[in-house]
């Protein structure tokens, strides 16, 4: 799962992305307000962490702005203003949820991991598509009640495909969604992953959709 962390505290916004990629997540941190908006309008992310209190554009107008683009990514902010009347306006400025400073990393984990459940249409932490089941939490995934030993890649193929089950999803996507931006990205071991998937789960588990790329087969 793609987060895009808009934090302009250096240290702090290390701290989150460590942790996020700690919960097999691929983070990328933007430092103001200007580029944070770009990015939030011009890629794909499954949730965005964003500080209000940031340089050259502040996040409620990033907010405001990603809004009315019609974006509808989930939004968790984060910030030191923690007067009720702040929290209303952040949310009713279209955030999905609000997270005041100081907080604990395995707070803001939790909270994201709700806000992507409920993106895709779940609200337990259990995802449960035919015999195929994973659990948020543990990241434990599960074929007709037994354990699937998956490494770390295959679990994150497995996990945006189960976070998006309806979709097809190009070879394109699926790379940006499990590499960090640095990786080198050869979407051709995207086929190799989906083949060793296939080998663990069941051969027919992700379908490929000829010319467009690939879609859970619930």
Do not use: C
């Not at 969604?177 to 979407?187: E, T």
Request: proline share 3%; glycine share 6%; net charge negative.
């Amino acid at each position: 799962m793609k987060i895009l962390v808009v934090e302009d505290d250096l240290r702090l916004g290390a701290q989150i992305v460590e942790t996020l990629e700690s919960a097999d997540w691929v983070p990328e941190l933007s430092q103001d307000g200007v580029d944070a908006l770009y990015r939030a309008t011009t890629e794909e992310w499954d949730a965005i962490v964003l500080d209000l209190g940031l340089p050259k554009l502040n996040g409620l107008t990033v907010l405001k702005s990603i809004r009315d683009e019609n974006i509808n990514t989930p939004v968790i902010i984060l910030s030191a203003r923690d007067t009720l009347s702040q929290r209303v306006e952040g949310l009713n400025a279209g955030a999905d949820d609000y997270l005041t400073k100081p907080f604990e990393m395995v707070e803001l984990i939790a909270r994201i991991r709700a806000q992507l459940r409920r993106a895709s249409g779940n609200a337990s932490p259990i995802l449960k598509i035919g015999d195929l089941s994973l659990d948020t939490r543990s990241s434990k995934v599960l074929w007709q009640d037994q354990a699937v030993s998956l490494t770390a890649l295959e679990y994150k193929v497995v996990a945006y495909f189960m976070h998006n089950p309806d979709k097809v999803i190009s070879r394109t996507t699926l790379v940006e969604h499990i590499y960090k931006q640095d990786f080198d990205r050869d979407s051709n071991t995207v086929e190799v992953f989906i083949g060793r998937i296939r080998k663990k789960i069941a051969p027919n588990i992700i379908k490929t959709v000829r010319g467009l790329g690939y879609q859970l087969n619930s």
